[in-house]
């Protein structure tokens, strides 16, 4: 089946660096991303949608100077997280659909930790 | 916007008991409902789904039902077992939309 592969699936860092997550598509083209954000004992949010070639659409509420998203191919796209702080400790997670399938095929998820 | 509301929030049942997960949704033009088990730190597994033009499904234990009029739908769980404790999310999608709207969980806790 399809694969999502997401990376790193755990990072810590300390406050005000950046962090780069990243998601390809193995087996098959991903026009478009989808990027959640999951708080403990919460439910996934959707953050950003990313489209191969044009900008990123954001949530309402979402920091587009923070959470950086470019989607450079038909293959990967990427998440960074820009002058990191705790409250951004989270678990991130991408999702990419496939044309004609209603499945939706999440990566692994990344747990970062802002220290 | 869609929006997806889930009951229980938590959920304990003896082993071999069934268990019901409910969610309701407001877009009447959503038509594609996934049923999502989350372990912990882990992605997301999709158990089950069902879509518009269908009322239910079943799956060996897990089923799915789906009321288009009342715009809510169902999981039901038959003989639980120890491991199907987990985080159970269910999510609505729209025929315009890639994006899916998760409930907000529910932690299913199935005692031996």
């Known amino acids: 089946g399809a694969v999502v592969s997401q990376h790193p699936s755990r990072v810590i860092c300390k406050s005000g660096t950046s962090v780069k997550i990243e998601c390809r598509s193995l087996d098959f083209q991903a026009t478009t991303m989808f990027w959640y954000r999951q708080f403990p004992k919460q439910s996934l949010m959707l953050m950003a949608t990313?489209?191969?070639?044009?900008?990123?659409?954001?949530e309402q509420g979402v920091e587009k100077d923070k959470f950086l998203i470019n989607h450079a191919s038909l293959t990967l796209s990427t998440l960074t997280v820009t002058s990191a702080h705790p409250e951004d400790s989270s678990f991130y997670i991408c999702s990419a659909p496939i044309q004609g399938n209603t499945e939706a095929f999440f990566g692994q998820g990344t747990r970062l930790t802002v220290v | 916007g869609e929006n997806v509301e889930q009951h229980p929030s938590t959920l304990s049942v003896q082993e071999g008991d069934s268990a019901v997960i409910k969610c309701t949704y407001s877009d009447s033009a959503s038509n594609y409902f996934p049923w999502y088990k989350q372990e912990l730190g882990k992605r997301p597994q999709l158990i089950i789904d069902i879509r518009s033009n269908v009322g239910e499904k079943k799956d060996q234990r897990i089923a799915v039902t789906l009321n288009k009029t009342a715009k809510h739908f169902s999981l039901h769980i038959t003989e639980t077992q120890p491991e199907d404790s987990a985080v159970y999310f269910c999510a609505a999608r729209g025929p315009s939309q890639g994006n899916l709207i998760f409930g907000k969980g529910t932690k299913l806790s199935v005692k031996p």
């Open positions: 990313s489209n191969e070639g044009s900008k990123a659409t954001y």
